[in-house]
């Protein structure tokens, strides 16, 4: 599932930027094939994020502008400007507080808020082979 489209982008900051960021052929429209890519990018980017939340249900209002500022960043690459760079950080600033759980996903346009899988991967530490001592019997 992807968390933003292309008219969301478009939406958000103006058809003639899509053009700029991905008319790599020179004809005046927006490349439909990079801005997918780029799309598909940071999904796969905020997945890792919320992992334990996936799948969703459905994409609330705030994660696709998130998405929107994480894909626009990506479409930037080497030219980002300071605001496209703070945008991209507040929104992995915000993924990580959810992953980390210490804030929930904002609820969708129904009001519903998607929690953490229950059945999640867990994982133990095992006891440590060697210790400060285990060499001086040697």
Sequence with gaps: MSYCTQQNL???????????????????????????????????????????????SSVPANLVRLACDITRYLLYDDLATEQVKERYKNAIAYLTKVGEGKIS?????????????????????????????????F
């Design 10 to 56: 478009v939406d958000r900051f103006g058809e003639q930027e899509l053009i700029q960021l991905t008319d790599r052929d020179q004809l005046g429209v927006i490349d439909a094939a990079v801005v997918a890519q780029a799309i598909a990018d940071a999904t796969a980017e905020i997945d890792g994020y919320l992992t334990a939340y996936l799948p969703l």
């Design 105 to 137: 996903i904002a609820p969708d346009s129904a009001g519903v808020i998607d929690a953490p899988a229950e059945d999640g991967v867990a994982f133990t530490a095992s006891e440590a082979v060697f210790g400060g001592n285990a060499l001086t019997g």
